[in-house]
């Protein structure tokens, strides 16, 4: 009997000297173990399991036992949750050269609040967004990964500072080689002086060279045109809105003849918002890719100015003085508003809301983007997305579905969503690692303990000192 028991001794053995096989990785290496995993795609939380990233990368996904790996960072998530990173996908970094080092400033905030990649949609220091953009991607600058549209395109005497002025049609052709001599990741379309003309061809020669449009819209515009033409995203919900009016034409005409002007039409067309038309709109962006980055966080705060008093927001500890002051402009102007037009921006805002969830089930991309930056007042950098995903949830959409417009939707919208996105093997390894799970509830995303970035891990305690540094900079005289 002694004899026969020998082999499954020996075999056992075998097995545990297998198992105890240690492979030494590089030191970047990071080991996450035991963390449970959501899956974003369809919201499944499998059996804890643990991540291996090695050059920024994941490289294995696995469950305990089998190959130990002797990673040079080791974590123990037991009983935490990990997200893909964050996406912010509208957020400015401008101000002009006197706000060059407070934008840069901003740039922790974002990796302190999860975000691990921003969309930047148009600004007047694209020098220094460019370089930024490659410091953080070589881990010499601690930030998000960006993609940026540099300079918008608007018309003569455009509305904000930097923005690339055409009047033609060989003006627009110009303004398209500068962008793609900077190499920018799409173009950033703003509607404060352009023709309808002179919009279309933009959204037709961008369209033409394989590059990517988003922006605001022309009220002179059919928004069926501008999709015909080739527009890959909107931004805000005025112009979806003008698509779903029942007068849009009516509206358009008077706006062309000079009869009527922004905010007298945005008014038209809220009245006349003609929920059939909205549901044959819906499907149309569906179908053609359009994309459509809501806001709403900003237009609630916005629409309250007059009422709500941010001057203890915990948050001003992190913006620099110099943005701050940026804020008075449409303080000012809210302070100066009339009842009636108060009353009329929130009706508006809750037109905005009702139209969330039946874009979101007519399979319309929906992507999270704040507005924060200078001039945008009291929208923080960092944590106004988190903020945005909650208003998505309370429009309609499950917590899932928000993270997914925070996620997979980005990364799908620049069409790389084979590298990043998702926690997978072979993806980037940006992940979010929570106390709490977020399917639970959408606030839990605040849970944060820890962060991973281009290969870098940060703990709680580096992202509490990481915003102790920005706070201490804001306050040197």
């Given at each position: 009997?002694r004899?026969?028991?020998?082999?499954?001794?020996?075999?056992?053995?075998?097995?545990?000297?297998?198992?105890?096989?240690?492979?030494?990785?590089?030191d970047?290496?990071?080991?996450?173990?035991?963390?449970?995993?959501?899956?974003?795609?369809?919201?499944s939380?499998?059996?804890?399991?643990?991540?291996?990233?090695e050059?920024?990368?994941?490289?294995?996904?696995?469950?305990?036992g089998?190959?130990?790996?002797?990673?040079?960072h080791?974590?123990?998530?037991?009983?935490?949750?990990?997200?893909?990173?964050?996406w912010?996908?509208?957020i400015?970094?401008?101000?002009?050269?006197?706000?060059?080092?407070?934008?840069?400033?901003?740039?922790?905030?974002?990796?302190a609040?999860?975000?691990?990649?921003?969309?930047?949609?148009?600004?007047?220091?694209?020098?220094?967004?460019?370089?930024?953009?490659?410091?953080?991607?070589?881990?010499?600058?601690?930030?998000?990964?960006?993609?940026?549209?540099?300079?918008?395109?608007?018309?003569?005497?455009?509305?904000?500072?930097?923005?690339?002025?055409?009047?033609?049609?060989?003006?627009?052709t110009?303004a398209?080689?500068s962008?793609?001599?900077?190499?920018?990741?799409?173009?950033?379309?703003?509607?404060?002086?352009?023709?309808?003309?002179?919009?279309?061809?933009?959204?037709?020669?961008?369209?033409?060279r394989?590059?990517?449009?988003?922006?605001?819209?022309?009220?002179?515009?059919?928004?069926?045109d501008?999709?015909?033409?080739?527009?890959?995203?909107?931004?805000?919900?005025?112009?979806?809105?003008?698509?779903?009016?029942s007068?849009?034409a009516?509206?358009?005409?008077?706006?062309?003849?000079?009869?009527?002007?922004?905010?007298?039409?945005?008014?038209e067309?809220?009245?006349?918002?003609?929920?059939?038309?909205?549901?044959?709109?819906?499907?149309?962006?569906a179908?053609?890719?359009?994309?459509?980055?809501?806001?709403?966080?900003?237009?609630?705060?916005?629409?309250?100015?007059?009422?709500?008093?941010?001057n203890?927001?915990?948050?001003?500890?992190?913006?620099?003085?110099?943005?701050?002051?940026?804020?008075?402009?449409?303080?000012?102007?809210a302070?100066?508003?009339?009842?009636?037009?108060?009353?009329?921006?929130?009706?508006?805002?809750?037109t905005?809301?009702?139209?969330?969830?039946?874009?979101?089930?007519?399979?319309?991309t929906?992507?999270?983007?704040?507005?924060?930056?200078?001039?945008?007042?009291?929208?923080?950098?960092?944590?106004?997305?988190?903020?945005?995903?909650?208003?998505?949830?309370?429009?309609?959409?499950?917590p899932?579905?928000?993270?997914?417009?925070?996620?997979l939707?980005?990364?799908?919208?620049?069409?790389?969503?084979?590298?990043?996105?998702?926690?997978?093997?072979?993806?980037?390894?940006?992940?979010?690692?929570?106390n709490?799970?977020?399917?639970?509830?959408?606030?839990?995303?605040?849970?944060i303990?820890?962060?991973?970035?281009?290969g870098?891990?940060?703990?709680?305690?580096?992202?509490?000192?990481?915003?102790?540094?920005?706070?201490?900079?804001?306050?040197?005289?």
């Open positions: 009997m004899f026969k028991l020998l082999p499954v001794y020996f075999l056992a053995f075998l097995l545990l000297t297998v198992s105890c096989q240690f492979t030494h990785l590089s970047d290496s990071i080991l996450v173990k035991n963390i449970n995993i959501i899956n974003l795609e369809d919201g939380i499998p059996e804890p399991q643990s991540i291996l990233i050059n920024g990368r994941i490289s294995h996904i696995f469950r305990a089998g190959i130990a790996y002797a990673a040079k080791e974590i123990d998530a037991t009983g935490k949750f990990a997200i893909p990173g964050l912010d996908m509208h400015h970094l401008r101000g002009g050269k006197d706000l060059i080092d407070e934008n840069k400033n901003l740039l922790p905030l974002y990796i609040h999860g975000i691990t990649t921003v969309r930047d949609a148009g600004g007047d220091i694209t020098p220094e967004v460019l370089e930024w953009k490659s410091e953080m991607a070589n881990n010499t600058l601690t930030g998000p990964s960006i993609f940026t549209s540099g300079p918008k395109i608007d018309g003569k005497n455009s509305t904000w500072p930097g923005s690339l002025e055409v009047q033609t049609k060989q003006d627009v110009n398209l080689d962008l793609q001599a900077l190499n920018v990741d799409y173009v950033k379309i703003y509607d404060s002086r352009l023709s309808e003309e002179l919009y279309l061809e933009i959204l037709k020669q961008a369209e033409a394989g590059m990517k449009t988003t922006g605001h819209m022309p009220m002179s515009v059919m928004l069926d501008a999709i015909d033409a080739g527009l890959d995203g909107i931004d805000h919900l005025y112009y979806v809105m003008k698509g779903a009016s007068k849009e009516e509206i358009t005409e008077k706006v062309r003849a000079g009869t009527l002007g922004f905010w007298a039409a945005v008014r067309l809220q009245a006349s918002y003609d929920e059939d038309k909205a549901e044959q709109l819906f499907h149309k962006l179908q053609n890719n359009v994309a459509i980055i809501p806001t709403l966080h900003i237009g609630e705060v916005l629409t309250y100015l007059q009422e709500v008093d941010h203890n927001d915990s948050e001003l500890n992190y913006i620099g003085t110099g943005i701050q002051e940026t804020y008075s402009g449409r303080l000012n102007s302070l100066k508003r009339s009842k009636a037009a108060n009353e009329f921006e929130a009706k508006l805002n809750q905005f809301i009702s139209m969330i969830k039946p874009m979101f089930d007519a399979k319309v929906l992507l999270t983007g704040s507005d924060n930056g200078a001039f945008n007042s009291f929208i923080y950098a960092g944590s106004s997305l988190h903020k945005e995903l909650k208003q998505f949830v309370d429009a309609g959409l499950t899932l579905e928000a993270l997914q417009s925070s996620t939707n980005g990364a799908r919208f620049f069409g790389v969503q084979d590298s990043i996105g998702t926690i997978s093997e072979g993806k980037k390894g940006d992940l979010v690692i929570l709490q799970n977020p399917l639970l509830n959408i606030e839990h995303t605040t849970s303990e820890i962060v991973i970035h281009n870098k891990a940060y703990s709680r305690e580096e992202l509490d000192l990481m915003l102790k540094e920005i706070s201490d900079t804001i306050k040197e005289p």
